[in-house]
């Protein structure tokens, strides 16, 4: 395998593949959610997992309809990402957002073990107990086919009526280097129970005053360099195998784009400035905080521009069948016109395999 690539090239000219090998490589840079809990072969989700889809977000609600979406029970949910893993015809990321406590998707209501916050596990002042609790969410989750979980939080608790991140518990401590130690004791934990793990909300939603779900969230005026210290930390370790980039806007940082959008940010300070050479995963794109200022077809492109390898897209706010298709059809024609080089389509594909070879477990 080359080196994994610390830049994204610019956009050239350079001749093609086929329009179906380019396909599959625009295909696998996205992540997708869907409605149901079970998969028929006719079902567009179905059909974009055997095209090559990279991978689903799996949710217990659905925003929308406020009923179950996904998950309803042990067994349910076990074959429910079996049938995902059989119409795909390589790897496939399984994601869910399990992070203990209130934002686990996991939870006892359908028949899964209880899980501490993470704010409940700093508190304890024993990292080892976040390891315990990574293990734990981890067999639960290797157990229901699911094999990236989108956390833990690495947010610093810079204000603790946050209502992203600190009135919900989501967060390990307002110390960075607490919060590095705990994330880092817990990602281990998940590595053992075989399970990758993407560290979250870079670079840090720890003061937001708003969530970027439903509104876009400046913290121009509150956010400090301070926040960077725990993903500096554990990039260092080689703790985490992905990080995701949120919709925050900081514009000290980037006065025009938000993060998940923005060279700046994830180019220049991810990846050269600390060092990232991993993969990197946007916040859900079918947000509010994009979708308020820019195009699905734009916010595509803003996104690989930026240097993102997987985009996310949640698919709950507005309901779209076939939308890893649509998603697939913007990117083939952004390399079809010269906006984005298929070499930076590469490059994304190469810290993929990467990532899909990772964790190490034990």
């Known amino acids: 395998m080359p080196p994994t690539p610390s830049f994204v090239p610019p956009a050239s000219a350079e001749p093609s593949t086929t329009t179906e090998e380019l396909r599959r490589k625009a295909a696998r840079m996205l992540i ?20 090559g889809l990279g991978g689903v977000i799996l949710f217990d609600r659905d925003q929308t ?13 076990r074959a429910l990402t079996d049938s995902v893993r059989a119409l795909a015809p390589g790897h496939v990321f399984i994601a869910i957002d399990q992070e203990g406590g209130v934002v686990s ?40 086919g699911i094999d990236l979980d989108l956390a833990p939080v690495v947010d610093v608790n810079v204000d603790p009526n946050n209502p992203a991140i600190g009135a919900f518990g989501r967060r390990f401590s307002a110390d960075p280097t607490t919060v590095a130690a705990f994330a880092d004791a ?16 870079f670079p840090g939603l720890g003061s937001a005053a ?36 949120a919709n925050l806007v900081d514009r000290h940082l980037d006065p025009r784009l938000p993060a998940s959008l923005s060279p700046a ?41 930026a240097g993102n390898d997987l985009l996310l897209f949640a698919n709950q706010a507005t309901y779209v069948p076939d939308l890893a298709r649509r998603l697939t059809d913007t990117i083939v024609a952004l390399v079809r016109s010269g906006r984005i080089s298929e070499s930076r389509i590469d490059g994304s594909i190469v810290r993929l395999d990467a990532l899909a070879g990772r964790p190490a477990t034990g």
């Open 32 to 51: 997708v959610g869907f409605r149901g809990s079970v998969l028929d072969a006719g079902d567009p989700i179905a059909v974009a997992l055997a095209a």
């Open 65 to 77: 309809t406020g009923g179950a979406r996904n998950i309803r029970s042990p067994a349910q949910l």
């Open 105 to 144: 998707r996991l939870d006892p209501s359908r028949g899964f073990p209880k899980t501490r916050s993470q704010a409940s596990i700093g508190r304890t002042d024993d990292p080892a107990v976040a390891r315990a609790a990574g293990r734990a969410m981890g067999e639960t989750m290797a157990a229901a």
């Open 186 to 201: 817990e990602i281990r934990g998940l590595h053992e129970a075989g399970i990758r793990a993407a560290i979250k909300h």
């Open 210 to 245: 708003a969530n970027t779900d439903f509104v876009v969230v400046d913290v121009t005026d509150t956010w400090t360099d301070a926040e960077l210290q725990p993903y500096e930390t554990l990039i260092g370790l080689d703790a985490p195998d992905a990080i995701m980039v």
């Open 265 to 305: 940010i994830v180019n220049e300070l991810l990846r050269r400035r600390l060092g990232w050479t991993g993969a990197v995963v946007t916040d859900d794109l079918g947000a509010v905080a994009i979708t308020a200022r820019f195009k699905r077809a734009e916010a595509v492109a803003l996104a690989i521009e």
